[in-house]
């Protein structure tokens, strides 16, 4: 009778302390100091706000979820054109970024450094504060125009957790469709 009363004890103890903390995650640090997030945010849209090449104005929107179990806030996006006939260059002094999507605007959002590497085609947008888990944020970034050529225009996107050392999780692609080209003016439809 006794052996029960412990082994139930012992289980209702167990439950309850594997409740307390699975509810509270953690990132995960490695022993040479580099940080991951445990659970990645993850892409949930890429759109433009004009589809025609050669148009100016336009603004490319990626919308980032960062989950509630992510363990880290989110500090830095990367966002490297991997396709596309031409090399879009972007006017980063112009970037934003706010909570929510691009049809549901919320809170703008603070961004720090916001950089480009020319060789990779990588546009670096660095959020202060950074974002924490639980929202989703969407960046826009300006082209200086779109493209010259139409086609399929791939964009990987990678977050990284808030660290000195902290790892990038790729979270896929973003696929932009520019249409138009032959004889119209600026590529208007």
Same mark, same amino acid.
Do not use: C
């Given at each position: 009778?006794?052996?029960? &009363?412990?082994?139930?004890?012992?289980?209702?103890?167990?439950?309850?302390?594997?409740?307390?903390? =699975?509810?509270? &995650?953690?990132?995960?640090?490695?022993?040479? !100091? &580099?940080?991951?997030?445990?659970?990645? #945010?993850?892409?949930?849209?890429?759109?433009?706000?004009?589809?025609?090449?050669?148009?100016?104005?336009?603004?490319?929107?990626?919308?980032? /979820?960062? #989950? #509630?179990?992510?363990? @880290?806030?989110?500090?830095?996006?990367?966002?490297?054109?991997?396709?596309?006939?031409?090399?879009?260059?972007?006017?980063?002094?112009?970037? $934003?970024?706010?909570?929510?999507? $691009?049809?549901?605007?919320? @809170?703008?959002?603070?961004?720090? @450094?916001?950089?480009?590497? $020319?060789?990779?085609?990588?546009? /670096?947008?660095?959020?202060?504060? #950074?974002?924490?888990?639980?929202?989703?944020?969407?960046? !826009?970034?300006?082209?200086?125009?779109?493209?010259?050529? /139409?086609?399929? %225009?791939?964009? !990987?996107?990678?977050?990284?957790?808030?660290? @000195?050392? =902290?790892?990038?999780?790729?979270?896929?692609?973003?696929?932009?469709?520019? %249409?138009?080209?032959? /004889?119209?003016?600026? !590529?208007?439809?």
């Amino acid at each position: 009778m006794r052996f029960a &009363t412990i082994f139930v004890t012992t289980l209702a103890l167990t439950a309850a302390i594997g409740g307390a903390v =699975s509810e509270v &995650t953690q990132a995960i640090e490695l022993r040479d !100091g &580099t940080v991951y997030f445990a659970y990645p #945010p993850d892409l949930v849209d890429a759109t433009t706000t004009f589809k025609a090449v050669n148009v100016w104005g336009a603004t490319y929107y990626f919308t980032i /979820s960062v #989950p #509630p179990n992510a363990g @880290e806030p989110l500090q830095r996006v990367t966002i490297t054109q991997r396709e596309g006939a031409d090399d879009i260059r972007f006017d980063l002094e112009d970037s $934003r970024a706010f909570v929510g999507t $691009r049809n549901r605007k919320g @809170e703008r959002l603070t961004l720090g @450094e916001v950089t480009r590497e $020319r060789e990779k085609k990588t546009v /670096s947008v660095t959020f202060d504060p #950074p974002v924490t888990p639980g929202k989703t944020v969407t960046i !826009g970034l300006r082209p200086v125009r779109n493209p010259r050529f /139409s086609g399929v %225009y791939l964009f !990987g996107v990678t977050a990284y957790p808030v660290g @000195e050392k =902290s790892h990038g999780q790729f979270l896929g692609f973003g696929r932009l469709h520019f %249409y138009g080209g032959g /004889s119209r003016p600026f !590529g208007f439809l």
